[in-house]
């Protein structure tokens, strides 16, 4: 039976890839290590890390809503920069 969102499991893949590239490349010689090391990485991803398919906010920031409100107030402070470019640039030419 077909997947209603096939994408979500491309995206699972992709998550596993990521995690592996990242834990493989340490060595772990307690246990206690290994799952440290998998705790921080979750915690990277979903609180820190910036995700392309998410508008560069992370998925807390999506899960929690925070989203939207990110991305519009990096709107504005981008509006803003390029009016004071512009600015600059017209005082610079006078």
Known sequence: MPSANPGRFSKIERW???LK??????????????ERQIEAFVEH????????SLNNVTPA???????????KQRERIKRQTIEYRRLQHRQLAA
């Open 16 to 18: 596993h890839q990521t």
């Open 21 to 34: 590239n990242r834990i493989l490349l340490e060595n772990y010689f307690l246990p206690g290590d290994l």
């Open 45 to 52: 991803y979903n609180h820190q890390r910036y995700h392309e």
């Open 61 to 71: 920031d999506a899960y929690f809503g925070r989203a939207e409100t990110i991305i």
